[in-house]
T-cell receptor
Framework: QKEVEQNSGPLSVPEGAIASLNCTYS??????FFWYRQYSGKSPELIMF????GDKEDGRFTAQLNKASQYVSLLIRDSQPSDSATYLCAANSANAGGTSYGKLTFGQGTILTVHP | NAGVTQTPKFQVLKTGQSMTLQCAQD?????MYWYRQDPGMGLRLIYYSASEGTTDKGEVPNGYNVSRLNKREFSLRLESAAPSQTSVYFC????????????FGQGTRLTVV
């Protein structure tokens, strides 16, 4: 069973702090990793994706990937109350033939609360 | 530009009833997916369609059927609803290659009583 595990949370940080969200995955065949944000009662929306080892930055968000350790993380700098949401980590899920066709395996999500 | 549109948004069914959830995308995407989301369990893939004319099972297909009607539309059918199928259902689409991001519809909240 291919699995994606996220730190259980919930995570609470003060406004302006760095929020760190972590994720591990079991399928070494996974090549692409995605972070989605989901507000309560809404659908997931993509924040970032990463498929190369190292860091990828986009504004206040930095995704980090370490394929040797099978570890993905998301850092949110200068956290704002509007960042309060559930964050979902996902990995592409390949078939036996090695193609995922965009299928994703999701972690259970981490609830982040940013308090003023 | 609507993206991914699902209908209905809410539905209450009695045990044993059937229904079809509709999904349409206007992004010319090749692949489409149905996920369900239960509290504390993230999203789990029910069925997917890699391209028009193909469908395949995901992680939790039992009790469901799908139809890829054309490139735009992908429907999910519950033939005999059970309380265990109470969930939020999301349709998604993507270009279908390995690094392609998925875009989600607004979800259908289904309750089976």
């Amino acid at each position: 069973q291919k699995e994606v595990e996220q730190n259980s949370g919930p995570l609470s940080v003060p406004e302006g702090a760095i929020a760190s969200l972590n994720c591990t995955y079991s399928d070494r065949g996974s090549q692409s990793f995605f972070w989605y944000r989901q507000y309560s009662g809404k659908s997931p929306e993509l924040i970032m994706f990463i498929y190369s080892n190292g860091d990828k930055e986009d504004g206040r968000f930095t995704a980090q990937l370490n394929k040797a350790s099978q570890y993905v993380s998301l850092l949110i700098r200068d956290s704002q109350p509007s960042d309060s949401a559930t964050y979902l980590c996902a990995a592409n899920s390949a078939n036996a033939g090695g193609t995922s066709y965009g299928k994703l395996t999701f972690g259970q999500g981490t609830i982040l609360t940013v308090h003023p | 530009n609507a993206g991914v549109t699902q209908t209905p948004k809410f539905q209450v069914l009695k045990t044993g009833q059937s229904m079809t959830l509709q999904c349409a995308q206007d992004m010319n995407h090749n692949s489409m997916y149905w996920y369900r989301q239960d509290p504390g369990m993230g999203l789990r893939l029910i069925y997917y369609s890699a391209s028009e004319g193909t469908t395949d099972k995901g992680e939790v297909p039992n009790g469901y059927n799908v139809s890829r009607l054309n490139k735009r539309e992908f429907s999910l059918r519950l033939e005999s609803a059970a309380p265990s199928q109470t969930s939020v259902y999301f349709c998604a689409s993507s270009r279908g290659w390995d690094a392609a991001e998925a875009f989600f519809g607004q979800g259908t909240r289904l309750t089976v009583v």
